[in-house]
C-alpha cells in the first residue's frame, strides 16, 4: 500500500509563491507516475502536472505552465509542486496522486488512472 502524504499548503496574496511537497511510503518509487491535482469548492477536479519518476518527464496543463514546476527528490521520495505568480483562481484543494507504470503502459494525467491519493493541502490565494 503506498501512502502519499502533502504539506506546503497555506494562503498567500496575488502574484505570490508556494512550494508543495508530496513524500510518497514505497520502495517502488521509482517506477510511479505521480500527479498533481487540484479541485475549488463547486467544482470538478482537474489535473494540473504529473511526472514519471523514472525518467523525470513532465507535462502540465495549460494554466499550470510558465507558472508551475514539478519535480521530484528521489533521495528523499518527494515530489514537489513549485507554483509562482499564483492567482486567486488557484485556490483549491491540491491532491498528490500516483499509480504504477507497468511495462506498456504510459505516465499521463488520467485521474482514473491514479490509485493512491494523499489527503490533500488547502491552498488560498487572495486577491
Known amino acids: 500500500q503506498v501512502q502519499l502524504m502533502e504539506s506546503g499548503g497555506g494562503s498567500v496574496q496575488a502574484g505570490g509563491s508556494l512550494r508543495l511537497s508530496c513524500t510518497a511510503s514505497t520502495y517502488d518509487y521509482n517506477t510511479y507516475c505521480l500527479g498533481w491535482f487540484r479541485q475549488a469548492p463547486g467544482k470538478e477536479r482537474e489535473g494540473v502536472a504529473r511526472?514519471?519518476?523514472?525518467?523525470?518527464?513532465?507535462f502540465y496543463v495549460s494554466s499550470a505552465k510558465g507558472r508551475f514546476t514539478i519535480s521530484q527528490d528521489k533521495v528523499k521520495n518527494t515530489a514537489y509542486l513549485q507554483m509562482n505568480h499564483l492567482k486567486p483562481g488557484d485556490s483549491a484543494v491540491y491532491y498528490c496522486?500516483?499509480?504504477?507504470?507497468?511495462?506498456?503502459?504510459?505516465?499521463?494525467?488520467?485521474?482514473?488512472?491514479?490509485?493512491?491519493w494523499g489527503q490533500g493541502t488547502q491552498v488560498t490565494v487572495s486577491s
Open positions: 511526472i514519471y519518476l523514472a525518467n523525470d518527464s513532465v
Open positions: 496522486a500516483a499509480y504504477r507504470v507497468y511495462p506498456g503502459s504510459s505516465c499521463s494525467l488520467n485521474s482514473d488512472q491514479f490509485a493512491h
